[in-house]
């Protein structure tokens, strides 16, 4: 989403929902002592993430009023917000003329069609950053062929698998970074390990639910700074690695674009906190344009992908299929539906999107007790544990199908040792299929088909599941949607290469035009407005105007949960203000919950974004004149 902020162009992203602002500044010709001010907002299709981090509530006789009465005339005036096209060309098939103090019109005198500059045209590739809980990939593209290429040389790399673990290794003496994915790995085996400290997860802090509950980091380190750490030396690594197979010369660090993936869960704030530690990791710098980092959701991403397979899958128009994609830490899912309407094959959410964390991160975690449970007699080193984790994560993890029992190696310290009441001898601890199944697997599945079968509910019809992330491709996981709802769904699949889904469906979004077509809002959204008082209402936000009672800081919704909004749709409302020709502070709010709520200060609203509309001079009108103006929001 998009909007003005303190004169400057901002845009924040929810759930891939999209706020845009037109680059527009105001203009009236109006001799009444009531103005309309139109403050146009539309698409210019950068995708990015801002949130202005000062605010102050605005003085309570500021706040504007929703109106309902005759609006009076208005016209606007272009301002230029992108760069211009080269050579003074017009964006637009025909000449746009300018009117003078109006707005733009077409040679047939008509207003013109608001056409977007190209964004991005001047980044030749694009580098793509799926950022996960337990692994992370990088695809890229140049954008003269479009060809993708997915990273999958990684440093200590001792298996083919196509990620990197999302686990860096910190020195205790001064919690500097030592190492990081599978380098980090191997040092903790060493005898340097016991001065090091091992971080994983550190992903999931961004949960607001659930990070309350996470053990801190050690002493002085944070997440944002866990995450900024990490991403500096994946980073690092990618562009050395893409110089090295395409030749340095080729390489501009000031010529890459990024498109970083995010759950579609998170909230606002924690894809603000991501764009802020892209910053800080050195991908982009603070003052570049906010199209240089694109980020988009993870099942948005993934149904790029699976778009590309709708010919193969037989997906013809008005079909609808399900997104899961199932990571190491959030599951999110999303149904969309097959549009060939235009001509060309285009995509619509048809429902608000869900999701939760429970990945395959934990049964790890389910797994680590049930192990520890049983070895609990034993005093194993940490080494040893790290042994028996690594084995599960890479052999038995993938391969699990809920029918053979698992045989897990032990270390050495045990490895001679015969339990026959624990299944323990020859150097390995059979675990039965049972045993995986209830204890490690069941609980964190479980959750998982109760948010297919949401979403299922949500759309009524489905053709299609396709199950994507590295836990997508779970064998086990694939049969328990199988049985749970082949009688509901004709087609459960997970598509080639469904751990790479994400990633290399990041690279189709920043290369491609936006199939998606329309999204459906997972939140409320409105600004603060005062309203006439009602019983009940708060008696310190009471006030007398007019001779009426009014109340302050009201919430005015411009999008409800599960409302269907069209790229550059423009959802617009009317308020007064008496402050003329004070500029109007009107702040984007945010809120998760399933009722209204009635207020922008009421538990869980949170602020989302900062926009100042500056008021024009109006002929005639004095200060404190009232004045009517349209708030259009345009949504993409």
Avoid at 134 to 140: D, I
Avoid at 228 to 233: P, T
Avoid at 408 to 429: H, K, S, W
Wanted: aromatic residues 10%; proline residues 7%.
């Amino acid at each position: 989403m998009v909007a003005v902020i303190h004169n400057t162009a901002a845009v924040t992203e929810e759930m891939g929902m999209h706020l845009h602002q037109r680059n527009n500044s105001l203009h009236t010709s109006s001799s009444s002592s009531k103005a309309i001010i139109h403050s146009l907002l539309a698409n210019n299709n950068s995708r990015s993430n801002h949130l202005s981090q000062s605010y102050q509530q605005p003085p309570q006789d500021q706040q504007q009023q929703q109106y309902s009465g005759p609006a009076a005339t208005v016209s606007i005036q272009p301002l230029t917000y992108s760069q211009p096209p080269a050579n003074g060309a017009n964006s637009g098939s025909q000449a746009q003329q300018q009117q003078p103090g109006g707005m733009a019109v077409g040679p047939d005198g008509q207003p013109a069609q608001y056409k977007a500059p190209t964004i991005g045209g001047e980044y030749p590739l694009l580098v793509a950053i799926d950022f996960g809980t337990t692994f992370s990939g990088v695809a890229y593209a140049f954008k003269t062929n479009g060809e993708v290429y997915e990273m999958t040389a990684w440093p200590n790399q001792a298996n083919l698998y196509g990620k990197v673990p999302t686990v860096s290794a910190y020195i205790k003496e001064n919690d500097q970074m030592h190492s990081w994915g599978y380098t980090a790995k191997a040092a903790m085996l060493t005898p340097q390990g016991r001065g090091l400290d091992l971080l994983q997860k550190f992903k999931l802090f961004l949960d607001q639910e659930l990070a309350p509950y996470l053990p801190p980091l050690p002493r002085t380190i944070k997440p944002n700074g866990a995450i900024s750490d990490y991403l500096r030396v994946l980073h690092a690594h990618a562009i050395e690695q893409i110089m090295q197979a395409h030749g340095g010369n080729l390489i501009n660090q000031n010529s890459i674009q990024y498109c970083l993936t995010v759950p579609a869960m998170w909230t606002d704030m924690a894809k603000g906190v991501m764009r802020q530690t892209a910053v800080e990791a050195g991908l982009i710098k603070p003052d570049d344009p906010l199209h240089r980092l694109i980020l988009v959701s993870e099942p948005e991403a993934a149904a790029m992908y699976c778009e590309r397979k709708c010919d193969q899958f037989n997906l013809r128009h008005g079909d609808r299929f399900m997104i899961c994609d199932a990571g190491g830490g959030t599951v999110d899912l999303i149904v969309f539906q097959v549009d060939y309407s235009s001509g060309t094959r285009t995509l619509k959410e048809v429902t608000r999107g869900s999701g939760a964390s429970c990945g395959s991160g934990f049964l790890d975690e389910n797994f680590s007790m049930l192990v520890r449970h049983k070895l609990q007699r034993y005093d194993l080193q940490p080494k040893a544990w790290a042994q028996i984790m690594e084995e599960f994560v890479f052999m038995h993890k993938p391969q699990f199908d809920g029918d053979e029992d698992s045989f897990i190696t032990m270390p050495a310290a045990v490895a001679n040792l015969t339990d026959l009441d624990m299944r323990l001898e020859d150097g390995l601890l059979a675990i039965s299929a049972q045993e995986m199944r209830e204890l490690v697997f069941d609980p964190v599945v479980n959750q998982v088909l109760g948010l297919i079968d949401g979403q299922l509910t949500q759309s009524q019809t489905c053709s299609a599941i396709f199950l994507v992330g590295g836990f997508g491709s779970s064998p086990y996981l694939y049969k328990r949607v199988q049985q749970e709802f082949e009688s509901r769904v004709d087609l459960i699949r997970y598509p080639p290469r469904p751990d790479m889904a994400v990633v290399r469906g990041a690279v189709y979004h920043g290369l491609t035009f936006q199939p998606i077509q329309a999204r459906v809002a997972r939140r409320w959204y409105g600004v603060d407005t005062t309203r006439p008082y009602k019983a009940g209402d708060p008696v310190d936000k009471k006030y007398m105007q007019d001779g009426k009672y009014r109340v302050r800081d009201g919430f005015s919704v411009f999008v409800r949960p599960g409302q269907s909004i069209a790229v550059d749709e423009c959802i617009s409302k009317k308020y007064i203000t008496h402050k003329y020709p004070e500029p109007l502070s009107s702040p984007l709010y945010v809120y998760n919950g399933e009722t209204q709520p009635e207020f922008v200060d009421s538990p869980g609203v949170q602020k989302l974004c900062d926009f100042t509309i500056p008021l024009p001079k109006i002929p005639g009108a004095a200060p404190g004149t009232p004045v009517i103006f349209t708030l259009r929001l345009y949504f993409g």
